[in-house]
């Protein structure tokens, strides 16, 4: 069955992103997916987004570094659009839209993009008859109970990260440059494995400067170290195609981490702190290794050129294609309208006939 689908993205990025911008990358798998599959998708993006959905966009351009004014107006004009349309369902990406929807009579699916943050916990209690998606069951577990939750994991092009058979001998690190991403202990770990480490990333304004000045620049200009900036497109498939293995050194309950399919499509594993949805992602000792700490990290770099890549691959297909996603997200989307529909109620009493009722009223 066809829908009328509303996807409000976020201001401060692209549809997919340039650079970085996992929830954006993963709503332009969602809406082209969904338009492949027969669905009347508007994506409430920035106007330079790139979608074969219909696009409706308030800032030409992202609002960046994120600005939470320019978040909250973008969402108020995306929910004043969705009310003077006619969708069935509206999917949104951040919590401003749920105090929102209270004006638009159309069931609201949400996806919960972060670790658990109190003051939005607290907001959910507010908002049970929501369809909540977690992207992990390690984040679903952390949140409050919530009374219309399912886990949908991320998924991915596999055309985008073709199959890399043959490895070089480094291993790679991609990601924020960030306390909780954890680039300092894939340095550390790369050095008592004895190989080198090529890291792309970069660090974000606030505490990113203070962390990269701190821990990140002494590390870079050690021996075997090498920062080949932010990249995307060709360049991070090359990156993390031909490395030996993509460290996943996590410092927190990360919800999920699109890097770890990213290096999976490509036949490289990933050896990953056993920590947020890493052993969700992660199938020991075929994409990978689930480790304790630096030293086994350390450990398991050797043991990832033993793995079979095309097994690497295979397996990454089996689970984590953008197709399977989107199938999920349609089953929810369904799910949200077939709820939100009047149950039809039983008459009191049996009327045989128009004419027996109107007889009975004029009786009376």
Not at 128 to 143: C, G, K, T
Request: glycine share 6%; net charge positive.
């Amino acid at each position: 069955m066809s829908m009328r689908i509303a996807i409000i993205s976020t201001a401060a990025a692209a549809v997919p992103p340039r650079g970085y911008g996992g929830t954006e990358r993963v709503l332009h798998y969602l809406a082209q997916g969904l338009v492949e599959r027969g669905h009347d998708v508007t994506l409430f993006a920035t106007g330079d987004s790139r979608t074969s959905a219909t696009l409706r966009w308030l800032y030409a351009t992202p609002v960046w570094p994120i600005e939470q004014m320019a978040e909250v107006n973008h969402v108020a004009w995306s929910c004043a659009e969705v009310a003077r349309g006619t969708f069935d369902v509206v999917h949104a990406n951040q919590a401003t839209a749920l105090a929102l929807t209270r004006f638009v009579r159309v069931p609201l699916v949400y996806t919960l993009h972060h670790d658990r943050v109190e003051e939005l916990s607290r907001l959910y209690r507010y908002f049970p008859d929501v369809h909540y998606v977690a992207i992990s069951e390690r984040q679903r577990q952390l949140e409050i109970p919530l009374q219309h939750v399912q886990v949908v994991h991320h998924g991915i092009d596999p055309a985008e990260f073709p199959f890399v058979a043959e490895s070089s001998d480094y291993v790679a690190f991609i990601g924020r440059f960030a306390p909780a991403k954890g680039p300092h202990l894939a340095i550390e770990a790369a050095q008592r494995a004895g190989v080198s480490i090529r890291l792309a990333g970069r660090p974000h304004a606030g505490e990113g400067e203070i962390y990269y000045e701190q821990e990140m620049l002494p590390r870079l200009r050690l021996p075997g170290v090498a920062w080949v900036g932010e990249c995307d497109g060709a360049a991070k498939q090359a990156h993390v195609g031909r490395a030996r293995a993509t460290l996943f050194p996590i410092c927190w309950e990360e919800p999920f981490g699109l890097v770890m399919l990213e290096s999976m499509f490509c036949g490289t594993p990933v050896i990953a702190f056993a920590r947020g949805s890493a052993p969700e992602v992660i199938d020991d000792g075929v994409t990978g290794f689930l480790v304790r700490d630096i030293d086994e990290m350390a450990a398991a770099i050797p043991r990832a050129a033993a793995l079979d890549r095309r097994r690497c691959r295979a397996r990454a297909r089996e689970r984590f294609t953008a197709a399977r996603m989107v199938r999920d997200y349609e089953r929810m989307y369904q799910a949200a309208v077939q709820a939100r529909r009047p149950a039809r109620r039983k008459l009191p009493i049996r009327i045989e006939s128009l004419s027996e009722a109107r007889t009975e009223v004029i009786g009376k």
